[in-house]
C-alpha cells in the first residue's frame, strides 16, 4: 500500500464553536471547507490534514497527536491566543506532552521533542 495523504478526523456537535476553536489552536482558518456546516480541514503539514467533522454520536471521542518542533514556543502561542492548555506530562527519553481538550471532549496533544526512532 502507498499512502499519499493522512488525514484525522475529531468528531464535533457544534461545527462553528469548534471551528472558532481550531482556528485558535492552529493559529489559521481551515483549508478548506469542503461541505460548509459539516465539514472544515486543515492543512498541518505537506501530506497531513486534520478535519473537523460533525457528528453528535461520537463527539468528544477522538485523540489527535501534532509533533511540533519548539513546544515552549507553541504553548506560549497558544496561551496567547486564549487556548488553555491541559497539563505537560514529562514522558520518557525527554519527550514532553502538552494535551489540549476542545470544547467536546476530544484531545489534541502537542509533542515536543519528538523523533521517530526511540
Excluded at 476553536?21 to 492552529?26: G, I, V
Excluded at 486543515?42 to 463527539?59: I, K, M
Excluded at 491541559?86 to 519528538?114: C, E, M, R, S, Y
Aim: proline share 6%.
Amino acid at each position: 500500500m502507498t499512502v499519499s495523504h493522512v488525514l484525522g478526523v475529531l468528531p464535533v456537535r457544534d461545527l462553528d464553536v469548534s471551528r472558532e476553536f481550531y482556528e485558535r489552536l492552529l493559529g489559521v482558518p481551515p483549508t478548506n471547507v469542503p461541505m460548509p456546516g459539516i465539514l472544515a480541514e486543515w492543512r498541518v503539514t505537506s501530506n497531513g490534514w486534520l478535519q473537523v467533522s460533525v457528528d453528535a454520536e461520537r463527539a468528544g471521542s477522538a485523540q489527535a497527536n501534532l509533533a511540533v518542533d519548539d513546544l515552549d514556543a507553541e504553548l506560549a502561542a497558544l496561551r496567547a491566543r486564549g487556548v488553555e492548555i491541559d497539563d505537560i506530562q514529562h514522558a520518557n527519553k525527554n519527550v514532553d506532552l502538552a494535551p489540549i481538550t476542545d470544547p467536546d471532549g476530544n484531545v489534541i496533544t502537542l509533542i515536543g521533542n519528538f523523533r521517530e526512532e526511540y
